[in-house]
Every structure is written in structure tokens, then in C-alpha cells.
């Protein structure tokens, strides 16, 4: 079995973990010392380049090229923003960070502030965790009466401030540009790119964003070197992962694992297996945005690589686990309903198709489906994917396609027999 990996979630479980004394004892803030002091900007953005990091959001990119696209020079006036939103379903590694170990997220922000000499970091944090809020300003407080925020910071000539953010309660604020209008007091909605945030971000001025756990890993690549980080998991996205996992299984919970182990593992030793011991029936393998797998297709590596040969993706890393007792149109209506509650309106393809998805599917679920459901659940998505501002379109159509083509048959059944063939089922199974 491959072994739990306590990078990331080091500090996790000890007392006081979130207090910046208890984080320094156990050598917190040294990698902020090493690179204010002994590093230039342009060293400590090449080693996390070299790190190979690869974006924790959703998308992947690696973090220090997006850094190395903002404008150079400290006279050039920068802002990061810390995407703490995470309302994706199936997610909820950051809150754990978040909540536990907040001064490893502020201590990678400040360093990336460096790296890129911006002017400070907006920390947009999801309206639904007031306790992670409250639990990251206090650490902002902390860090700042340390010495580690705002002027001169130890010496260094370097100004950098972090200010927190709430968000209100919408999906759509995690895309980074809807987040940055919702940052300025706007209703949150895309922007259309070009330009991009690099150009032209928060308060139109060059910006930065990346995810929570993309910036809890920076302190540990200063520490260690690229080279200690890319032997990690697997060579094209280097580092642990952590893996949320939920639904059917004994152990839920989130995993801090080597990027490069498979679902299999995953699911059956990590996680405990299937709950009730039934058969596993579906996966959603990275948050309820990317297509789901069968049972036959787990033995892949959770890296980008091993699931694109099934037709997935890693996403936010967020693993749903469902057993036989499910009916995947209902799982499916599900989703739906999110989305289409979800869409910002803004795009027709979007706004329409999520909507129309969710009532074609309901009427499947109800009894009122035609054989023809199949191909219009089809034709829809297909019509949403690629066609808006934003890739929350791309979001909702891809798990349609993807339920409908694994699992026709179920959606077939629903239609011929004007009912939900999995209704007897999901009441005699016990869990
Ligand atoms: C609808 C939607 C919701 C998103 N929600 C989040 C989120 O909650 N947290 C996050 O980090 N990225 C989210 N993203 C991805 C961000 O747009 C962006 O790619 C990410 O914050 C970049 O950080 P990274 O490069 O470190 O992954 C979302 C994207 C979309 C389209």
C-alpha cells in the first residue's frame, strides 16, 4: 500500500495548529526567511518553476509559469488573490488546510508575493466557511504582529499585506474572473478573455491567482529544492495530492497521497472499501465536473496522464464513490439541479442548456422520459461544450455525456419502463 504521505497535512491533528508560534516550533516561516534573505525574487520564482507545480484548482497549470507571466519589477503595482471558494461537490481538502494549518498557505502566498513582487494578496475565501474565515484572519493578525506582513517585512525592504474576503454563496465565484469582479463588489459573472488576469485582474491591475493548496506546497519546494519535490508521485505532476473522498465508502475523508496512485488503492485500502461492502458501481474521480468511470475502469494512476486514458480528468481531486444501490439518472438529476442553479445566466448555451439538461433528466427520473432522451441529453451538452465565457458550461455538460454514454442502458430502462428501474433496489439496500 502506498504510504500516507504528512507534507501538506503536517501540522494536522496537533495542538494549536493554527497559532503561529506552534507553526514556527515545527519550522514554519523559514522558508519565508530563506528567500527575504538570501534568495532574489527571480531565484525563488525559477525554483518553483522548476518544481514542476502543477495548479490544485481544477485546471492544472503550472504555477510558476502563470507567475512568471505578471509584468516584472516591484514598480509595476501586482495583486495575488488566494482562491479559497472551493464549492466544487465532492471538495473539501482546502477547508482542511484552511482550517488547521493556515499559516502554510499564508507562508506559500508570501513567498509568491515575493517571487512576483506583488503588492499583496486578496484572500476570497467561500461564504459558507465562517469558521476557515475567521481561523485565516486571525493567522493574518499573527502574522502580521510577527513581522511576516506589512512594511519592511524582516528587513527585507519588501511591503506585502493579505487581506481576507467573503465570498456569498455561488459556484460561479470560483472561477477566477467572476471571482475578481466579486472581489470589486460586482455580481460575480466571467469576464471574456483576452485579456487575461495576468494583464488585467483585480481593480484592472495585473493579478495572480491560484488555489489554496497550490500555495500550501511553495513553502515546502523552498525548503526541500525542485529536485526533492519532482521525485514525488508521478513526473508530470509531481507532489502529493490531497484526495477528498466521499460517498460510498467505509473511510471518508481527505488523503494526502503520492499523485501516482491509483483509484483502486485509493478507494479499497486508503478509504476502507465500499460501504455495506457492495459492489462499486460508478466514480466521479475529480469533483462532480469531470466525467465519471465504471467499476472496470479504477486500476489508472490519479495523476492527469492515467485518467485521461479512461476519459477523465483530476480536477480538484474531490473522489465520489458510488455503489450499486445507485440510480445514475437520479445521481445525474442531481448534478444537474446544481448547475443549472449554479449558472450565472450570462452565456445562452449555458443558462438554457443546464436548464433544459435538468428538466429532461428529471422527467427520465419521474417516469415521463422518451426513448428519444438518450440522443437530446446528448445534443444538448454537446451544444454547451466550448460555446461560453467560462468553462462552467464545459462543467455540467460533461458529466451528461459522460453518465449517458457509461451507462445508456440505465437511462434507456428509465424511458422503456416509464419509472425508475432502481427504486427496489435503492430501498432494500441497507447503508
Ligand atoms: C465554475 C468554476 C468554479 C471554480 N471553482 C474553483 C474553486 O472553488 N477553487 C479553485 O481553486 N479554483 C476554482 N476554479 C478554477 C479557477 O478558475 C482557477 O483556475 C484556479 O483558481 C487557479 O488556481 P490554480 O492554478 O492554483 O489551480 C473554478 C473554475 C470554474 C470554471
Known sequence: MTEVLKLLTRNVGKPNSTHVDAYMGSGGYESLMTV???????????????????????????????????????????????NADESEPGTFKDRLLIENDPHSILEGII???????????????????????????????????????????????????????????????????????????????????PPFPA????????????????????????????????????????GTRLFGISGHVKRPGVFELPSGVTLRELIYEHAGGILGDRPLKAVIPGGSSVPVLRADQIDVTMDPDGLKSVGTMV??????????????????????????????????????????????????????GRPSDCDLILDVAGNIMGRTICPLGDAAAMPAISFVQQFREEFEAHAREGRCPMRDVRMTAAI
Request: net charge positive.
Open 36 to 82: 527575504l534573505h538570501k534568495w532574489t525574487p527571480e531565484q525563488t520564482l525559477n525554483e518553483v518553476k522548476a518544481a514542476n507545480l502543477k495548479g490544485r484548482g481544477g485546471a492544472g497549470f503550472p504555477a510558476g509559469l502563470k507567475w512568471s507571466f505578471l509584468p516584472k519589477g516591484k514598480e509595476v503595482l501586482k495583486y495575488l488573490v488566494c
Open 111 to 193: 513567498i509568491a508575493g515575493w517571487a512576483t513582487q506583488a503588492a499583496g494578496c486578496f484572500f476570497y475565501i467561500r461564504g459558507e466557511m465562517p469558521a476557515g474565515a475567521r481561523i485565516f484572519q486571525k493567522a493574518v493578525d499573527q502574522a502580521y504582529a510577527k513581522g511576516f506582513l506589512g512594511k519592511n517585512i524582516l528587513g527585507s525592504g519588501f511591503n506585502f499585506d493579505v487581506w481576507v474576503s467573503r465570498g456569498a454563496g455561488a459556484y460561479i465565484c470560483g472561477e477566477e474572473t467572476a471571482l475578481m469582479d466579486s472581489l470589486e463588489g460586482k455580481r460575480g459573472q466571467p469576464r471574456l478573455k
Open 199 to 238: 494583464g488585467y485582474g483585480v481593480y484592472g491591475v495585473p493579478t495572480n491567482i491560484n488555489n489554496v493548496e497550490s500555495y500550501a506546497n511553495v513553502p515546502l519546494i523552498i525548503r526541500n529544492g525542485a529536485g526533492w519535490y519532482t521525485a514525488i508521485g508521478s513526473p508530470s505532476a509531481p
Open 315 to 368: 480536477g480538484s481531486a474531490g473522489v465520489i464513490v458510488m455503489n450499486d444501490s445507485v440510480c445514475m439518472v437520479k445521481a445525474l438529476l442531481n448534478l444537474m439541479e446544481f448547475y443549472a442553479h449554479e449558472s450565472c445566466g450570462q452565456c445562452t448555451p449555458c443558462r438554457e442548456g443546464t436548464h433544459w439538461l435538468e428538466l429532461i433528466v428529471r422527467r427520465l427520473e419521474e417516469g415521463g
